[in-house]
Every structure is written in structure tokens, then in C-alpha cells.
Nanobody, 124 residues
Framework: QVQLMESGGGSVQAGESLRLSCAAS????????MGWVRQAPGKEREVVAY????????AYADSVKGRFTISQDSAKNTVSLGMDSLVPEDTGLYYC?????????????????WGQGTQVTVSS
């Protein structure tokens, strides 16, 4: 099994920045890729970004391109999501996810592992 622990969420004003971090533990060799999924009331689930570990290949949802950056940290099996120029539409519960095989941007995809979520609230 893999456990995912998010940190770094909080409440900020529009235009400010946050950085989320996700640390994986357990059978981390199962992780082929890691990413971030956000959910908000009344909105469909959205895969914000993902990164293939080692290869460093990344992808982003259109809604966050140019503002968010996903990267591998120096710590093993740890990824960060830098969020700049935040807008109220970014508000939601952000889940760290990982998968044994694939990481798509398809919002309906069921990732193998999920963190508990960390809340991001952006006020105008």
C-alpha cells in the first residue's frame, strides 16, 4: 500500500501564492506517477497536474497552465505543486494522488492512491 500526505494548504487572497507538498510512504516503488486532483462543490473533479517520477514529464489542466508548477522535491517520492497568481476559482480540496501505471488529465480516472486532501481557499 501507499500512503499520501498533503500539506501546505491554507487561505490566501487572490494574486498570492501557495505551495503544496505531498509525501508518499509505504510501498512507494508502486508509484509510477503522482499528481494533484481538486474538487469543489458544484464543480467536476479536475486533475490539476501530474508528473512521471524520474522522467520528470509533466502535464497541466488548461485552467492552471502558466500558473501552477509541479515538481519533484529533493526528498524521495515527494512532489510539490507551486501555485502562483491564485484566483477564487482555484478554491477547492486538493488531493495528492499516485498511480502504479498511468496518470492522465481525465477527471473521471480512478487513481490507485489518494491522500486525505488539503483545503485551498482563495478570496477575492
Amino acid at each position: 500500500q501507499v500512503q499520501l500526505m498533503e500539506s501546505g494548504g491554507g487561505s490566501v487572497q487572490a494574486g498570492e501564492s501557495l505551495r503544496l507538498s505531498c509525501a508518499a510512504s509505504g510501498h512507494t516503488a508502486d508509484n509510477k506517477c503522482m499528481g494533484w486532483v481538486r474538487q469543489a462543490p458544484g464543480k467536476e473533479r479536475e486533475v490539476v497536474a501530474y508528473i512521471y517520477l524520474g522522467a520528470g514529464v509533466t502535464a497541466y489542466a488548461d485552467s492552471v497552465k502558466g500558473r501552477f508548477t509541479i515538481s519533484q522535491d529533493s526528498a524521495k517520492n515527494t512532489v510539490s505543486l507551486g501555485m502562483d497568481s491564485l484566483v477564487p476559482e482555484d478554491t477547492g480540496l486538493y488531493y495528492c494522488v499516485s498511480d502504479k501505471n498511468f496518470c492522465p488529465l481525465q477527471g473521471t480516472y480512478e487513481f490507485d492512491y489518494w491522500g486525505q486532501g488539503t483545503q485551498v481557499t482563495v478570496s477575492s
